[in-house]
């Protein structure tokens, strides 16, 4: 830098530099200690025995060919979590969709409508999860007396039948529509009127006015619907292993290991299954591929979709 | 689906005399208005339902609750006082307050400068710092959970508590920053120059001129954030499992059921009354809810 003519506008350069760096550092200090330093501690124990007592030993790949090739409960696990994601996924957006339709037509007792359709999102994961294990208990719940009542013999048994339990959660998850009705509603009202009437004069029907007035205008909604369903989606926890924990009626506290996924493995989740590895089996070692497997499909999708502009960044950025 | 229609096709203008042609758009148009607000009813039904079985039964006696009975033969309210008279209770609510209020507070005060800075600042890198606000966002918890226990409990002796869980928040949250930032894009540029030419520093400008205009989206990232924390699970599993003097409502919650047998009036009544703060909550702040679930995905 020969240049002496700008020493002036240099100190202002560096002082803008500090101001950024001085007003980005908690987010520096937290992305380093809570985000990177854990996910390259993670890459570290994944080639390590290590059982969180005795020094962690270098075992070379041998965690990595337990996991994806011997061990029992990553396909069960693997496959439920991609199950979840596609059918759970799948069904939120189309019931959101329909239920903020539905609102945005209704003309009496909107504000009624709405909050109905709403508050159910607002229960906490857990206290959600414990309702539905109580509405679907095959002996005396409500559900299934209802069910009998009206001449139906052998109601499912829910979160006690492998073939049901997932269905089950996806059932849970629609009732917490509420934050996608929001966002569809809002999508929805936002389409020009002035369309809806040109596409009337031209005698479209109320399909072809949902296929190509509508529906254009709301996928990025869609769009963004989708991704955030993956990622809350491939994160799935807490409802699976609360209801697969109630429903198997076994005593839980601290220290009791079970088994995660009842009935039969149906609701396991990778997410559970490294909590299982890491804190019931201090099996360090394996948790963090299984966590590693886990990052690398979360960021797989997410690139993926991203590219498909799914309006997480502006057009600025 | 048959309701989509954006408008019901009847709403064509015709003539004014009433002739039977107007008699059948008349028809057709209550018949639409009954078909849709059936189909409304229906669904609503789906939705309170849960919440009318979960209240009745949690005021049945403890034999009815087993029978499969709808309807409760006596009010039993004070099911309500046995469940705060359980051990740990009041502890789980008083350490769900703390974690969600720490939580909420150090969440706000750390994400936004740091959002302020993305949104209004120009500087080298600010689309990698952006790009890696959205992927730790992305991030399942459970990808660095193992090594991040292992920190907490062996150097810094911190687990059987909620500040493994609350300290972190001091350091700025992706999803509030994200919120945020989507937030303050929407204020104009000028107000900031206009601070700035009457001397207004950087901090200045963000207290005096920012924040203020900021409100309604710092108002929904903090309820955010609120009912966040008081939803967690996953967090005082793995921090606090061993010490139920640090448990939390929503980890308590569900050893409930066990510590009270087959009791499932007493866990409903338990179960409504960790839902109940966070409903009243929204009644009190619907405005700045719906306004936070909106700029999730509309200002984008």
């Known amino acids: ?317 | 689906m048959t309701t989509t229609a954006p408008r019901a096709a009847t709403d064509v203008r015709t003539g004014s005399s009433g002739g039977p042609a107007v008699r059948a758009v008349r028809r057709k148009r209550v018949l639409h208005w009954i078909a849709l607000h059936s189909l409304a009813l229906a669904a609503a039904l789906f939705f309170v339902l849960p919440f009318v079985f979960v209240f009745l039964t949690s005021v049945m006696s403890d034999g009815q609750a087993m029978s499969g009975e709808l309807w409760p033969r006596a009010w039993h309210w004070e099911n309500y006082a046995q469940v705060f008279r359980t051990p740990g209770f009041l502890d789980w609510w008083r350490n769900s307050l703390l974690y969600a209020v720490l939580g909420t507070v150090f969440t706000v005060c750390s994400s936004v400068p740091v959002a302020y800075a993305l949104a209004k600042f120009r500087f080298r890198g600010r689309r990698t710092a952006m790009l890696l606000v959205i992927s730790t966002m992305m991030l399942p918890p459970q990808v660095i959970v193992v090594p991040m226990y292992l920190v907490w409990a062996q150097q810094l002796h911190l687990t059987g508590s909620l500040w493994p869980l609350i300290i972190p928040m001091a350091f700025g949250d992706a999803y509030s920053i994200f919120l945020l930032r989507q937030f303050l894009l929407t204020i104009p540029q000028e107000y900031l120059e206009s601070a700035r030419v009457d001397g207004c520093g950087e901090l200045r400008t963000l207290l005096r001129i920012v924040v203020p205009m900021a409100k309604p989206g710092i108002a929904a990232v903090a309820l955010f954030q609120f009912f966040y924390c008081w939803n967690d699970y996953f967090g005082p599993q793995i921090y606090t499992a061993q010490n139920p003097g640090a448990w939390t409502l929503s980890y308590g919650l569900e050893t409930f059921k066990s510590a009270h047998m087959v009791n499932w009036n007493l866990t409903m009544a338990a179960t409504l009354l960790v839902m109940a703060p966070v409903i009243v909550v929204f009644f009190f702040a619907q405005k700045a809810f719906v306004e936070g679930v909106t700029l999730t995905g509309v200002k984008g």
């Open chain 1, 1 to 317: 830098m020969a240049l002496s003519v700008a020493p002036e506008l240099r100190r202002k350069h560096r002082r803008n530099r500090l101001r950024t760096l001085g007003f980005l550092s908690p987010w520096l200090v937290g992305f380093s200690v809570f985000f990177a330093y854990p996910l390259l501690a993670t890459v570290y124990f994944s080639f390590m025995h290590y059982n969180q007592i005795k020094e962690p030993t270098f075992v070379g790949l041998r965690n990595w060919t337990y996991v994806l090739t011997q061990m029992p409960l990553f396909g069960p696990a693997l496959w439920n979590t991609l199950w979840l994601v596609v059918v759970m996924v799948a069904l939120r957006v189309v019931f959101g969709l329909g239920i903020g339709l539905l609102v945005t037509k209704v003309k009496s007792g909107v504000g009624l409508f709405r909050t109905a359709f709403y508050i159910p999102y607002l229960a906490p994961p857990v206290a959600a999860t414990v309702a539905f294990v109580f509405l679907l208990s095959p002996g005396s719940g409500p559900v299934n007396e209802i069910l009998s009542a009206v001449g139906i013999d052998s109601p499912p048994t829910w979160f006690n039948d492998p073939a049901w339990a997932k269905p089950s959660l996806v059932m849970l998850s629609l009732w917490g529509i509420g934050d996608l009705m929001v966002i569809f509603m809002a999508a929805l009202l936002d389409v020009p009127k002035e369309q809806y009437e040109a596409a009337e004069l031209d005698g479209a029907g109320a399909w072809a006015r949902f296929r190509y007035v509508t529906w254009p205008s709301i996928t990025p909604i869609v769009m963004f619907a989708v991704v955030t369903g993956v990622v809350q989606t491939m994160q799935y926890y807490t409802q699976a292993l609360v209801a697969g924990k109630l429903a198997s009626g076994i005593s839980v506290g601290p220290g009791t290991v079970i088994q995660p996924g009842y009935p039969d493995h149906s609701t396991l989740t990778v997410g559970q299954l490294v909590y299982s590895l890491g804190f019931q089996n201090f099996n360090t070692g394996a948790a963090c591929v299984l966590s590693l497997v886990l990052f690398a499909i979360a960021m797989a999708v997410t690139s993926l979709l991203m590219r498909k502009r799914a309006g997480l960044l502006t057009a600025e950025d």
